[in-house]
């Protein structure tokens, strides 16, 4: 059995032992794979294993024994799952790995926006509180979380994790989600276009899927508060980048942060 691992860096730059997976077959590992080189790479392979290397329709079709298609991380959209189901190859991702880093990734991004601490932080160091008039300074408004409002857009694993913590600062949490959850009673379910004009905070943690992309366009942008935050831990194409920024000029959002993958 042969197994190609197409880009393992991202999983183990160098800390991890790739020992057990040797122990299964002839096994290449590959610190990064660029598209063109999937085929030739695993030319052979019974199982390709991909954190971010895409593959696509025409790989799997040019992939004759290929049998499954291990994706090391959540989101599995770099993966034509339609392909592989036509081929009968089985297609797995790790769906809890992150689900509290994620949550913590969430947090640090919105307190930075509402306190901006690494500025004032910087600003201290260079002299700025020493200078002022008064005991205190702040370049930027200082954001209280408790009693404000966070929408969070799609109820799983990371979602549920975030509306708890927000739950400790003290916020009212609205959310949504593409299947019925059960949730505490302190969460309320409502739909879109509800979340975006109540929410001061919304979060984005749903998959990248045809139904998801571009979910964030000029309408629902134009929906929310003009100083509410958005940020979004999931997948950048959740939002339409030409809408984005006119929206954010327009009503002078105070931050729009998203993680590129």
Known sequence: MKIVVLDGFTLNPGDLSWD?????????????????????????????LTNKAPVTRESILALPRLKYIGVLATGYNIVNTAAARERDILVTNVPTYGTRSV?????????????????????????????SSDFCYWDFPLVELDGLTM???GYGRIGKAVAELAAAFGMKVLATSATPKHAPANIQFTDLATLFRQSDVISLHCPLTPQTKNLL????????????????????????EQAAPDANRDRQRAGLH????
């Open 20 to 48: 057990e997976l040797k122990s299964l077959g002839d096994c290449e590992i590959y610190d990064r794979t660029p598209p063109e080189e999937v085929v030739k790479r695993a030319a052979d392979a019974e199982i390709v």
């Open 103 to 131: 949550a913590q990734h969430t947090f640090a991004l919105l307190l930075e926006l509402t306190q901006h601490a690494g500025h004032h932080a910087q600003t201290v160091r260079d002299g700025r509180w020493t200078k």
């Open 151 to 153: 929408g969070i857009v």
């Open 217 to 240: 366009n000029k309408e629902r942008l134009g929906l929310m508060k003009p100083t509410a935050f958005l940020l979004n831990t999931s997948r950048g194409a959740l939002i339409d």
């Open 258 to 261: 998203r993680r590129r993958t």
